[in-house]
């Protein structure tokens, strides 16, 4: 157990429906990473939040936005969902913001579009 | 462009023998380099993580990697493999806030 919590496990829904995916950073951590992993596309890195604030953007689409809570809790929203949005998300955290940071990876959210 | 290959998608080893796995990247620099386990329906865990200095790292779970600059690459490697450790390997490049991985190689492992 990393001690990253995601809600929920799994997800089932329609094209063009909206969902919200969360992530609970382990106890200090301040950076929350976001990821996005498929058959043909394998894990791409998608948002990074340090403390609140964007730090980086990976290949995240514009249909897609996060955000960081002051609990340091982050959701994920996908909107306008397509057949190809179904995929593994996963989140990470770690206790700093840089690129040496080990990231610790929570259990994953299964998004099925139907 | 910069990426990262793993170009064996399956390998398969005998229970006791070794292992090896192979990871090339394509950056600018030297970038942070890192190798993840993951089992099935679980997620990543990390093995092994190399930044700078002795270019063979050890990890955990009995896995050591070593950097080669020459070569471009970080390849995972572990002695004698055990059942356990049938999963799914990912090598992970980070340079400039920029976080690529491989597309992954799955472990088999024989009894």
């Known amino acids: 157990d990393s001690g990253v919590t995601q809600t929920p496990k799994h997800l089932i829904t329609a094209t063009g429906q909206r969902v919200t995916l969360r992530c609970s950073p382990r106890?200090?951590?301040?950076?929350v990473y976001w990821y996005q992993q498929s058959l043909d596309q394998g894990l791409q890195f998608l948002i990074h939040y340090y403390n609140g604030e964007e730090r980086a953007k990976g290949n995240i689409l514009e249909r897609f936005s996060a955000q960081q809570f002051p609990d340091l809790h982050s959701e994920l929203n996908l909107s306008s969902l397509e057949l190809g949005d179904s995929a593994l998300y996963f989140c990470?955290?770690?206790?700093?913001?840089?690129?040496?940071?080990?990231?610790?990876f929570g259990p994953g959210t299964r998004l099925t579009v139907l | 462009a910069q990426s990262v290959t793993q170009p064996d998608i399956h390998i398969t080893v005998s229970e006791g023998a070794s292992l090896e796995l192979r990871c090339n990247y394509s950056?600018?620099?030297?970038?942070?380099l890192f190798w993840y386990v993951q089992s099935p329906g679980q997620g990543l865990q990390l093995l092994l993580k190399?930044?700078?200095?002795?270019?063979l790292v050890q990890g955990i779970k009995g896995f050591e990697a070593e950097f080669k600059r020459s070569q471009s690459s970080f390849n995972l490697r572990k002695p004698s493999v055990h059942w356990s450790d049938a999963a799914e390997y990912f090598c992970e490049v980070r340079s400039q806030g920029n976080l690529i991985f491989g597309k992954g190689t799955k472990l088999s492992v024989k009894p």
């Open positions: 106890s200090g951590d301040l950076s």
């Open positions: 950056y600018g620099a030297t970038p942070y």
């Open positions: 990470a955290s770690s206790r700093g913001g840089e690129g040496t940071d080990t990231q610790y």
């Open positions: 190399y930044f700078s200095g002795d270019t």
